[in-house]
């Protein structure tokens, strides 16, 4: 494994990058491939639907005409192929393609010949909202029960990090269902609105939060019902909507080249799968900057055209939802009533609809260049999804054989298509083309097999699940060596090999390797280690039914949103675990109030009583209590009727004269868009803080009784009341009973 630090810097150029260039698979031997391009034939995908978008389905090789960059091409070859949809089958075909809907049988896989579709559905959750969560995970589980077909291949993978052992592709429900389970909102990209509401200022915020508290008293609970907003987070004195937008603008342009990279890779991974192959990508957005209509040139549409040129080299169609669906511009109670006063209540709703139909941009072109459609203002998602599995389910394979300079990039880098039919009123899909160049890769390193195992492991879009690897990674800064990563990995440790020995003692080890990539899909930071864990009797089988959390601390020397990538080998075995997550580290140098990543424990009632008491603690005469601090921060599963405590550092407050901090801090617990528990707004005492430039922060909150199993949000503002900066982080968890 020492190799393996040098090396996959080379692994990340050779093999297919994150960011970077993909290399042109091989193209499978199958007649579902939908664009070979060789040196004497290309065959394209095309779909034909009338105007009310029925499939048009008895079409001869007459009724085409087919050209590349406007001249008419000779077509050689001419098909129709005809699959099922959505339980019935189209075009009146017969046999296997006529199988009602239903599964594989459970724990059993498709055979490659068996493959009918292979589709990847892709959840963009660094940009979905917290509502678009619940919606997409509805539809989803829906497509599962009801429209997914025998022979179906699925995998369901999230932009902003993965699903652990649920991201490879598969015939299994239980498996799907299970991966639907684990979507989470993303608080490091989507918002808790679907729309960005008008901004205020945020003196206007500390007003609003005392007006409108329903606190907290002696610990027990009191239910609030309101709406977080994105002002409740501005980290600028004043913010007008121009300058409000920017910020997002920047903000959303970060992590839409994150997404684009995603989804790239995940693309080149589909390339050699077998059967029809498609995407079906979930997003609150994608912007190409600029304004509608006028993108070109920009980085995100520079980068798009990357990833559309890729999904035509590997044949995947795409089709993109707006998970937001119809929605209204108008000024809502979520919004800056001080913005509607001051009369701009139209110049607001015109700038809300511009932003909006700006963001749906990208999901428009890269439907378009991929030969599928881009399914916009609709609250129907399992309606989209039905008409995208009907597209799949019949089109004709038209094939040419093409002049050699169709492949010499020195006369034409881009090759378009056009494709006509004769009969009146058919609308066409299909591919916009392709360009005329192979993209050569470098040659790969000479690994050994460990090393390559846990090189293409890192650099995998799916993840290994043959150890089940959870991490939660946070942010966090040290006075002397400056940022780093500490990333909590939980480890299942039945997946491990333990030798016993004579005296009881078993020993597992294993290798741990941390890559975090950042622009260019570029390895910025590696950390590697082997570790050996060793325990026995009462120790061993706790360690059995609940896991281990290995720490692993990655430094960091610029700021800036990364993906982090987590691999571990078991060495007796030799199976692998993966996992990834998106992180954001802040730039401190900018001087603006920063809150680090929050850590939390959960603790009974009567622990909580016992350290209020004082009876539990590390001072004489106290007693010491095992902390579950680790395990909860990474698993972040909670009971109620329990206390969560939390922790977390904030950086670059400002000193007063008597070298003392001026903040406020309030707490939230949140369901869906609703505040159900809320702290008072307390004043920070600064009071025996050993580093004013790294304060150290506490609290709890009381996890009520009665509060139903599901996802929750733990929200941390604080407040500098000098500067009126206002910083904060969440942590998402979950109640289980």
Do not use: C
Not at 10 to 16: L, N, T
């Amino acid at each position: 494994m020492k190799r393996f630090l040098f090396l996959l810097i080379s692994v990340a150029i050779a093999a297919p990058a994150l960011f970077g260039q993909q290399a042109n698979p091989t193209p499978p031997k199958d007649d579902d491939q939908t664009i070979k391009i060789s040196t004497n034939l290309i065959q394209v995908d095309v779909t034909v639907t009338d105007k009310n978008g029925k499939l048009i389905t008895d079409l001869t090789e007459a009724d085409f005409e087919l050209y590349e960059d406007g001249e008419r091409q000779n077509i050689s070859n001419f098909s129709m192929i005809s699959k099922s949809a959505g339980g019935t089958t189209a075009g009146g075909s017969t046999g296997e393609n006529s199988a009602q809907a239903g599964s594989t049988a459970e724990g059993t896989s498709i055979a490659p010949n068996g493959v009918r579709r292979t589709i990847a559905i892709v959840v963009d959750d660094l940009s979905l909202s917290h509502a678009s969560i619940y919606y997409t995970r509805k539809a989803l589980t829906k497509f599962v029960d009801e429209q997914m077909q025998p022979g179906d291949l699925v995998a369901i993978i999230r932009t902003g990090g993965g699903v652990g052992t649920l991201q490879q592709f598969t015939s299994d429900k239980r498996l799907l269902h299970a991966a639907i389970d684990k979507i989470r909102w993303n608080p490091f990209g989507g918002s808790i609105d679907a729309l960005s509401p008008v901004s205020q200022n945020n003196s206007d915020i500390s007003e609003r939060f005392r007006s409108e508290s329903d606190m907290i008293a002696s610990g027990s609970p009191k239910k609030f019902v309101g709406v977080l907003t994105r002002e409740s987070v501005a980290d600028t004195k004043t913010m007008d909507y121009k300058a409000s937008k920017n910020t997002a603008d920047a903000e959303k342009g970060t992590y839409t080249l994150t997404a684009l990279g995603v989804i790239k890779y995940i693309i080149s991974g589909m390339g050699k799968l077998p059967g029809r192959k498609s995407m079906m990508l979930f997003s609150d957005g994608i912007s190409l900057g600029g304004d509608s209509g006028k993108v070109k040139g920009t980085h995100a549409f520079d980068y798009m055209q990357d990833v559309a040129d890729l999904a035509n080299r590997s044949s995947v169609v795409v089709y993109t939802f707006d998970t937001r669906g119809l929605q209204s511009m108008s000024i809502t109670a979520s919004d800056s009533t001080y913005e509607v006063i001051d009369g701009h209540r139209g110049i607001k709703e015109a700038a809300r609809t511009k932003d909006f139909k700006d963001s749906q941009d990208g999901l428009t072109y890269i439907a378009d260049q991929t030969g599928g459609k881009a399914l916009l203002n609709s609250n129907d998602l399992n309606g989209g999804i039905e008409r995208a599995l009907y597209d799949q389910s019949i089109y004709y394979l038209i094939g040419y054989i093409p002049d050699a300079e169709s492949f010499d990039a020195t006369k034409r880098k881009f090759n378009k298509f056009e494709i006509k039919v004769k009969r009146p009123g058919a609308k066409v899909s299909y591919r916009s083309g392709f360009f005329s160049s192979e993209q050569a890769t470098g040659p790969r390193p000479d690994l050994t097999t460990a090393e390559r195992q846990m090189a293409d492991t890192l650099m995998s879009p799916f993840a290994q699940s043959d150890i089940a690897v959870n991490v939660n990674a946070i942010y966090a800064d040290d006075p002397t060596d400056g940022a780093y990563i500490r990333s909590f990995i939980h480890i299942d440790a039945k997946d491990l090999v333990f030798s016993e020995a004579a005296d009881g003692w078993k020993t597992a080890t294993f290798d741990v390797a941390a890559v975090l990539f950042g622009d260019g899909g570029v390895p910025a930071e590696i950390k590697e280690s082997k570790y050996a864990i060793k325990s026995k009797g009462a120790t061993f089988d706790t360690m059995q039914k609940q896991g281990f959390v290995y720490v692993l601390v990655v430094p960091i020397k610029k700021p800036g949103l990364y993906q982090y990538r987590v691999a571990l080998r078991d060495a007796s075995s030799g199976k692998i675990g993966s996992t990834m997550q998106v992180i954001d580290v802040p730039n401190l140098a900018k001087q603006k109030l920063t809150i680090s990543s929050l850590m939390a424990e959960n603790i009974t009632m009567d622990i909580w009583q016992n350290i209020a008491a004082g009876k539990i603690g590390n001072k004489p005469g106290q007693v010491q209590v095992p902390s579950t601090l680790f395990y909860d921060t990474v698993r972040k599963e909670f009971q109620p009727g329990t206390v969560l405590r939390y922790g977390f550092e904030v950086y670059n407050a400002k000193l007063d004269g008597n070298g003392a901090p001026k903040l406020e801090t309030q707490t939230r617990i949140m369901q869906s868009d609703k505040v159900i528990v809320q702290s008072n707004l307390n004043k920070f005492d600064a009071a025996g803080q050993p580093d004013m430039k790294h304060l150290k922060i506490s609290g709890n909150m009381l996890l009520n009784d009665k509060l139903l199993a599901g996802d929750y949000v733990l929200q941390v503002i604080v407040t500098d009341t000098a500067t009126k900066q206002v910083s904060t982080q969440v942590f998402p968890f979950e109640i289980i009973k």
